[in-house]
Nanobody
Framework: QVQLVESGGGLVQPGGSLRLSCAAHGFGLRYYGIGWFRQAPGKEREGVVCISELGDTTTYADSVKGRFNISRDNDKNTVYLQMDSLKPEDTAVYYC?????????????????WGQGTQVTVSS
């Protein structure tokens, strides 16, 4: 069964950090570009950061540049999202998604598989 499973979300104070994980089951992530997207209540889904299949191209939303970092460990079939200096406006459900032979662009419609999401809440 093909599945993406996110973990690592939770409640954190402003200025804090979280690391999200996205584990693939039933297929090899090494052949896929991976994107992290988020959706806050009442807002549209937005691309946060996306990495290409080869890992040579990443695209970051302006709102997270310098604070978030994506990495992939193909041996563990897992992609990570390190989030530092978190702000209340980062509060959202975060989803990872996989795009076959992806080029690292955050076009949601291009992605083939989606995880169920993990909640991130930034609040004091």
């Amino acid at each position: 069964q093909v599945q993406l499973v996110e973990s690592g979300g939770g409640l954190v104070q402003p200025g804090g950090s979280l690391r999200l994980s996205c584990a693939a089951h039933g297929f090899g992530l090494r052949y896929y570009g991976i994107g992290w997207f988020r959706q806050a209540p009442g807002k549209e889904r937005e691309g946060v950061v996306c990495i290409s299949e080869l890992g040579d191209t990443t695209t970051y939303a302006d709102s997270v540049k310098g604070r978030f970092n994506i990495s992939r460990d193909n041996d563990k079939n897992t992609v990570y999202l390190q989030m530092d200096s978190l702000k209340p406006e980062d509060t959202a459900v975060y989803y990872c998604a996989a795009e076959a032979y992806g080029l690292g662009k955050c076009r949601a419609r291009s992605y083939d598989f989606w995880g169920q999401g993990t909640q991130v809440t930034v609040s004091s």
